[in-house]
C-alpha cells in the first residue's frame, strides 16, 4: 500500500496524559499536512510542512500541539495534558508542492480522551 | 481560499444518477475544484478535479460553467456503498488551508 498511513489508528487516553501520532506520507511527497476532524464537521486545518520545515500552523493549534517533521519524511503529532476537548480524528494528507494540484488523505487517527 | 455553498443533505434511490451542485461565486482565476468523498471513521478520499468545462473518471464526473461560479458533481447509478458525506472545495490545494465547510451528506436508498 502505498498511500498515506497513519498509527495509531486509535487511542484512548486519560486526561492528561499525552499522546503522539505518527504520520508516513505517500513516498516522494514533499508536503504534509495535519487537520483535526470532529463529529458531524468537515476536516479543519492545523498545520502543514514542506520537507522538515513547519510552515503554518492554524490558531487551532494550541500550546500542548507539537508537530515535527525531522527528516522530511514522517511526521508526529503530540498533544500534551490532553483534555476531553481533544477528542477528535486527527487526520494526516500528503503532497507534491510542484506538480499535482491535490492532497491525499490517510484514514485518520482516533482520539478519545475520558 | 473561496468559499463554497453545497446542500446539507440528499436522498436518491439506487441506480439514479446524483447531482451535487457547488456554488463558489467568489473563484479565482487560479483556483481548481476538487470534490472528496468520506465514510465514516475514514479519510478524505479525492474523487475529481477540474478547472473549467467537463471532467470525467471512472468514478464520477465534474461540469463546470463558463464562468465557473458553481460546479457539479455527478455519480452515475448511485449504489448503497456511495452513502458518505461529499466535499467540494475551491482553490490550489497544495499551497491553501483547505477548509471543508460540512459537505452533503448523501444517503441511497434500496
Known amino acids: 500500500d502505498t498511500g498515506v498511513s497513519q498509527d495509531p489508528r486509535h487511542k484512548i487516553t486519560k486526561r492528561g496524559q499525552n499522546v503522539t501520532f505518527r504520520c508516513d506520507p505517500i513516498?516522494?511527497?514533499?508536503?504534509l499536512y495535519w487537520y483535526r476532524q470532529t463529529l458531524g464537521q468537515g476536516p479543519e486545518f492545523l498545520t502543514y510542512f514542506q520537507n522538515e520545515a513547519q510552515l503554518e500552523k492554524s490558531r487551532l493549534l494550541s500550546d500542548r500541539f507539537s508537530a515535527e517533521r525531522p527528516k522530511g519524511s514522517f511526521s508526529t503529532l503530540e498533544i500534551q495534558r490532553t483534555e476531553q476537548g481533544d477528542s477528535a480524528m486527527y487526520l494526516c494528507?500528503?503532497?507534491?508542492?510542484?506538480?499535482?494540484?491535490?492532497?491525499?488523505f490517510g484514514e485518520g487517527s482516533w482520539l478519545t480522551v475520558v | 481560499l473561496a468559499k463554497t455553498t453545497q446542500p446539507i443533505s440528499m436522498d436518491s434511490y439506487e441506480g439514479q444518477e446524483v447531482n451535487i451542485t457547488c456554488s463558489h461565486n467568489?473563484?479565482?482565476?487560479?483556483?481548481?475544484i476538487t470534490w472528496y468523498q468520506q465514510f465514516p471513521s475514514q479519510g478524505p478520499r479525492f474523487i475529481i478535479q477540474?478547472?473549467?468545462t467537463k471532467v470525467t473518471n471512472e468514478v464520477a464526473s465534474l461540469f463546470i460553467p463558463a464562468d465557473r461560479k458553481s460546479s457539479t458533481l455527478s455519480l452515475p447509478r448511485v449504489s448503497l456503498s456511495d452513502t458518505a458525506v461529499y466535499y467540494c472545495?475551491?482553490?490550489?490545494?497544495?499551497?491553501?488551508?483547505?477548509?471543508f465547510g460540512t459537505g452533503t451528506k448523501l444517503q441511497v436508498i434500496p
Open positions: 472545495l475551491v482553490g490550489d490545494l497544495r499551497y491553501q488551508k483547505v477548509t
Open positions: 477540474g478547472y473549467k
Open positions: 494528507a500528503s503532497s507534491l508542492a510542484d506538480t499535482g494540484n491535490t492532497i491525499y
Open positions: 467568489n473563484i479565482a482565476t487560479n483556483d481548481y
Open positions: 513516498s516522494e511527497h514533499n508536503r
